[in-house]
């Protein structure tokens, strides 16, 4: 059974850090495109960055974490991890990660398979 279980989310002060940690159980991260999303109350599922099965690399969608955020992968570990740094207050939602079969997208679209979230509050 493919499962993805999010982690690593709290509460933070503005500029601080956190690096949430997507594990994948049933099937290995690195034959699937890993995505993470966003979603703050009252608004859509923000596509924040992928990382892709095929060249190895990560694309950031969300201009407002360019700079700030990073995606990695870990094979040894089955795992990809969001580094969120210099938080800010607009950054607070819940944080999913999701895998795709096909490609990356910054829409929810081609995702099968979610985790079911972890909270990141950024307040002072």
């Known amino acids: ?18 690096r949430l940690s997507c ?8 034959s699937y495109h890993i995505g993470w ?7 859509e599922r923000e596509g924040v960055s992928c990382f892709s099965a095929t060249g190895g690399s990560s694309t950031t969608y969300a201009d407002s974490v ?3 955020f990073t995606t ?3 094979n040894a570990k089955n795992a990809v991890y969001l580094e969120m740094n210099n938080l800010k ?5 819940v944080y999913y990660c999701a895998a795709s079969r096909y490609y990356c997208s910054d ?3 081609p995702y099968n398979y979610w985790g079911r979230g972890t909270q990141v509050a950024v307040s002072s």
Not at 23 to 30: C, E, I
């Open 23 to 30: 594990a994948a159980s049933g099937f290995m991260a690195n």
């Open 37 to 43: 999303f966003r979603q703050a109350p009252g608004k």
């Open 1 to 18: 059974q493919l499962q993805l279980v999010e982690s690593g989310g709290g509460l933070v002060q503005p500029g601080g850090s956190l």
């Open 107 to 109: 829409s929810p679209a």
């Open 66 to 68: 360019k700079g700030r």
């Open 72 to 74: 990695a992968r870990d």
């Open 89 to 93: 207050p607009e950054d607070s939602a």
